[in-house]
């Protein structure tokens, strides 16, 4: 069994590297385009704004 320090380490490592993950992907998010398979075309096309996509 770890010691209690230990285990506190390993948790701040942790939430570090979580918030290295979370400003990683409030970076890159905006940049993953949007997606859609044919087959599921007609049930997301009333969903789908042209203009926006074109932002």
Known sequence: MPKPVERVDRLRAAARRRTVYQQ???ALG???PVFVSYSQYF???PRIHLANLAQ
């Open 24 to 26: 990683a992907w409030d």
């Open 30 to 32: 905006s940049w993953i």
């Open 43 to 45: 049930t997301v096309r």
